[in-house]
């Protein structure tokens, strides 16, 4: 396994990271610990999880996934193996959340404090912002709309009660997750400005049907050494080809939760349709041949993948140790100049 330096951090996590937005929904516990053993015997060192979890999100659910990664952690005692990174969740309808959750002091402190008790952990290596507060463009939402009128907690106040949880000792380090360009350049003018932590991480979409974190982001990444978590690296499995023609695989996530509908349509479903033929045509399996993309790619700080059987757990792990030859590169930027971003 390699190992990637996360931002200007002392924390080395693997080029792999285990996602586990299923846990406690798709997956059991019994699963879940067979992927963390597993996981960490092929040298992962890095969990990524959120208060929120799992997906999609549900009140009687919420919560289960790091309660699930606590037990684990109790059972087996190698805390200190793990870089364990969770998120607070921005503002949103979900009022089984403390009622509405909002980036504010208060409701951060709150969160990482249930958060570290779900957990059964003293310290999160990596806390990370799961969303802006104020309304923009995330989650493949386009045509921004500017409101003066946004009623949002500010990044200051946001960072701020971070950089207290650093202070405090129950948080390592900071991230942000589904952000833009400006709001990553004020968390830096924010950091430098008030001497609070910097962050170290941006955790937002990559795959070859969006890679628009190349337009701004990546810039950053290498410039102030943030580096990209990418997460959906398989368009939500859609780049394996398992749904093309219509199909609905059965226990598959598109087939069970039908509002996952960011990366299908025709456009979408042209542009993976060429992607596989690609790798096919090179011997490659479709889903290794997306993922050791992004593993390629030099603003990357670590591949979120997620898994909900063993046999799709090893074979993306297995990513790893697949080089994409200069004709297979060739062919995805020509795909790509055919289908830009399909699904922003």
């Known amino acids: 396994m390699d190992y990637r330096r996360l931002g200007h951090s002392d924390l080395e996590v693997s080029l792999i990271c285990l996602g586990t937005m299923t846990w406690g929904q798709q997956n059991t516990e019994a699963e879940a610990f067979e992927q963390i053993d597993y996981a960490l015997d092929q040298g992962i060192n890095f969990i990524d999880a959120a208060e929120m979890y799992p997906v999609p999100p549900m009140a009687e659910t919420q919560g289960a996934t790091e309660t699930i990664i606590g037990n684990w952690l109790a059972r087996s005692g190698r805390r200190e193996e ?81 950089a207290e949880l650093v202070e405090a000792g129950k948080v390592r380090y900071v991230g942000i997750s589904n952000e833009t360009p400006w709001g990553l350049s004020e968390y830096l003018r924010l950091a430098h400005q008030h001497d609070w932590p910097r962050v ?114 090893k074979a993306n792990i297995a990513s790893h140790d697949v080089a994409l030859s200069s004709k297979v590169l060739k062919g995805i930027e020509a795909i790509h100049q055919r289908y830009p971003n399909p699904c922003p």
């Open 82 to 162: 793990i870089v364990l990174a969770s998120k607070v969740t921005g503002k949103s309808a979900m009022d089984w959340i403390r009622g509405g959750p909002r980036l504010t002091r208060q409701q951060i402190v709150e969160a990482c404090e249930d958060s570290l008790q779900r957990l059964q952990t003293d310290f999160l290596d990596l806390y990370q912002v799961h969303w802006p507060d104020r309304a923009t463009n995330f989650f493949g939402k386009l045509g921004y709309q500017h409101r003066e009128d946004d009623d949002v907690a500010e990044l200051g106040e946001t960072l701020g009660a971070l």
């Open 200 to 313: 170290v991480s941006v955790q937002n979409p990559y795959n070859l049907l969006n890679r628009s974190y190349e337009i701004g982001l990546a810039e950053f990444s290498w410039r102030e050494r943030v580096g990209l978590l990418a997460y959906s690296p398989l368009a939500f499995g859609v780049l394996s080809g398992k749904y093309l023609g219509g199909e609905k695989p059965e226990g598959a996530r598109l087939t069970l939760f039908e509002r996952f509908s960011r990366y299908t349509g025709e456009i979408p479903e042209a542009a993976t349709r060429a992607y596989v033929e690609l790798a096919r045509e090179h011997k490659l399996d479709p889903a290794q041949m997306a993922l050791a993309y992004v593993n390629s790619r030099g603003f990357l700080a670590s591949n979120i993948i997620g898994a909900t059987t063993m046999e799709q757990l």
